[in-house]
């Protein structure tokens, strides 16, 4: 379709086509990918040998085909905390030069002299980012869950299977998190070099020392010394939490663990014993899963829907045909 054909609106389509044959044919997109599979394929045959170890006393035991993804033994991360940890990466390949790399090549200006709207541009970029993560996403859960049937040679059921795609879907939407970071950097950035080492940074303080700063701020406010009383500690240990709760990674870790383990009954550590002897033991429906994780969900969503605006209103308000 020449440009004088192309529909105003559907711009972004034609630009999200473009992008999203440029991601997968290119080598990052298979490397990183590989990369998430070999990780999740360790997590889960790690998994699967202490599953099959106790075998005799998890029989019988409801959704045990999602221990897969939430057992951690020898000191190998669990599933779901390796992909979290390791997602990021896939959104920040495809956005810390989605807007800067056309001004490095000179074709942003005769871009937006096409008959397409200013935000055609990051619409349709962002698209073929999202695109290309999903695809990752679910090709390597897939392989791994595959993985898995033959380990264990269980099938599923269709609560777990609701579960698994469930997850699937918040991960997604996590990884599409730092995507549109990394196209904010991309938009206010004028080297791709800048807006990847900016991404980074990010990625770095929030997935490696956030907890740390965390836990200073919290000793700030509540010390807890050697000769601390149980309050303190406990005041200490919930502002701790709380401060640690500002991070994405931590957002998504409590949402996807209690998504994946039916059995939890609280996305917090800190819980009254008291309150879990009076529990009665049962698994939850995927509703009060979802009832359980619904902040953190909310949360995420919404700051990846206030990093896509602010993508949005910064390229909007930048002279970009000079």
């Given at each position: ?5 192309t ?5 972004w ?5 473009k992008?999203?044959?440029d991601?997968?044919r ?7 990918v590989a ?6 394929l ?7 040998d202490a599953?099959?170890k ?12 999602l ?10 991360p669990?599933?779901?905390?390796f992909?979290g940890?390791?997602?990021p990466?896939?959104g920040?390949a495809?956005?810390?030069d989605?807007i800067n ?6 074709t942003?200006?005769r871009?937006?002299s096409?008959?397409?709207?200013r935000?055609?541009?990051v619409?349709?970029k ?5 695109a ?15 993985y ?8 599923p ?18 990884i599409?998190?730092?995507?549109a970071?990394?196209?904010l ?6 080297r791709?070099?800048?807006a990847a080492l900016?991404?980074?940074?990010a990625?770095l ?9 965390a836990?200073i701020g ?14 303190q ?5 919930r ?5 640690d ?15 994946l383990?039916p ?5 917090s ?15 939850l ?8 994780a619904?902040?953190?969900l909310?949360v ?5 829907a206030?990093?896509f605006?602010?993508?949005?209103l910064v ?5 970009v045909?000079a």
């Amino acid at each position: 379709m020449s440009p004088r054909e192309t529909p105003m609106g559907g711009g972004w389509r034609i630009i999200a086509r473009k992008e999203l044959a440029d991601h997968l044919r290119s080598v990052r997109f298979f490397l990183i990918v590989a990369i998430l599979a070999l990780a999740g394929l360790a997590a889960v045959h790690s998994s699967s040998d202490a599953i099959r170890k106790a075998a005799s006393s998890a029989a019988g035991t409801p959704s045990i085909f999602l221990y897969l993804f939430t057992v951690a033994p020898d000191r190998v991360p669990a599933f779901h905390e390796f992909v979290g940890f390791l997602g990021p990466l896939l959104g920040i390949a495809f956005g810390f030069d989605a807007i800067n790399s056309e001004r490095a090549q000179r074709t942003l200006p005769r871009l937006v002299s096409q008959p397409v709207h200013r935000d055609d541009i990051v619409n349709g970029k962002f698209a073929a980012g999202l695109a290309a993560i999903s695809l990752g996403v679910v090709s390597v859960v897939m392989m791994v869950s595959g993985y898995g049937v033959l380990r264990l040679g269980l099938v599923p059921t269709l609560d777990d299977g609701v579960r698994l795609a469930v997850f699937v879907v918040v991960l997604i939407l996590y990884i599409a998190l730092w995507l549109a970071l990394a196209m904010l950097c991309s938009v206010v950035a004028r080297r791709s070099a800048t807006a990847a080492l900016a991404s980074l940074a990010a990625w770095l303080v929030f997935t490696f020392f956030f907890s740390m700063l965390a836990g200073i701020g919290a000793d700030a406010l509540h010390p807890a010394g050697t000769d601390a009383t149980a309050q303190q500690l406990l005041a200490n240990a919930r502002t701790e939490q709380t401060f640690d709760r500002i991070s994405p990674d931590r957002l998504y870790r409590e949402a996807t663990q209690v998504l994946l383990d039916p059995s939890l009954r609280s996305t917090s550590a800190l819980v009254d014993p008291q309150q879990l002897d009076q529990a009665v033991p049962s698994h939850l429906a995927l509703a009060d899963s979802l009832s359980l994780a619904g902040w953190q969900l909310l949360v995420l969503i919404g700051l990846g829907a206030g990093l896509f605006v602010a993508d949005y209103l910064v390229f909007i308000r930048q002279e970009v045909r000079a």
